[in-house]
């Protein structure tokens, strides 16, 4: 990489974590600036806006959840096991992300009322993985291992909710155990469906 490729990539990194502690809106090209050592100048020359800043974020996001939580449980064989292995991904991160915070959900909340390009791109982000846990619980009825009547969208709308209820009592509430109620939860929602 060139030298202002690595530049891009540092100030992005920076960004991320700005963003993942203090919500997008408080990412600022002044914060930002002053977090890389950098003018503020410095900073604007590699994003031609806020707005185009908080979008690559975002971007950047949700490449590193595809990475680690997506592309891996794809490799799993259809049905049950594929299923068990995204949820337990997505868990896994969400439970990294207690101090942090998730750009999804926090995004969520930051833009649910505001229409632009970022609540834009966060509902194409969001929706993109339901649709992939939609197509995952569609498979896992095809290959009998859930019931064939099973709703597939009601199950991945139960799965959401136990992912926003560990952000919830584990980032906000800081109630200890959340974690492992999610995942004795997501068992639970599996026997009720399963064949």
Not at 149 to 163: N, T
Request: proline fraction near 3%; include cysteine; charged fraction near 30%.
């Amino acid at each position: 990489m060139r030298k202002g490729e690595l530049t891009r990539a540092a100030i992005l990194d920076m960004a991320l974590e700005l963003a993942s502690r203090d919500g997008l809106e408080g990412l600022t090209i002044g914060l930002l600036a002053d977090k890389m050592n950098m003018s503020k100048s410095g900073v604007f020359a590699h994003f031609g806006s806020r707005e185009d800043l908080q979008l690559e974020v975002l971007k950047l996001y949700h490449h590193r959840f595809e990475q680690e939580v997506f592309f891996p449980s794809i490799k799993e064989p259809r049905g049950l096991p594929r299923l068990r292995a995204m949820f337990a991904r997505w868990i896994s991160r969400v439970s990294e992300e207690i101090d942090s915070g998730c750009i999804y959900i926090s995004g969520a909340v930051e833009y649910d009322d505001r229409p632009g390009p970022i609540r834009e791109e966060l509902v194409k982000m969001v929706s993109a993985w339901q649709g992939a846990l939609t197509r995952c619980v569609e498979q896992a009825i095809a290959t009998g291992d859930l019931k064939q009547d099973s709703d597939a969208a009601q199950l991945v709308y139960e799965m959401y909710g136990l992912i926003l209820a560990v952000h919830h009592d584990a980032r906000f509430m800081r109630t200890p155990g959340s974690v492992d109620r999610a995942r004795t939860g997501f068992n639970r929602l599996i026997e009720n469906y399963r064949a």
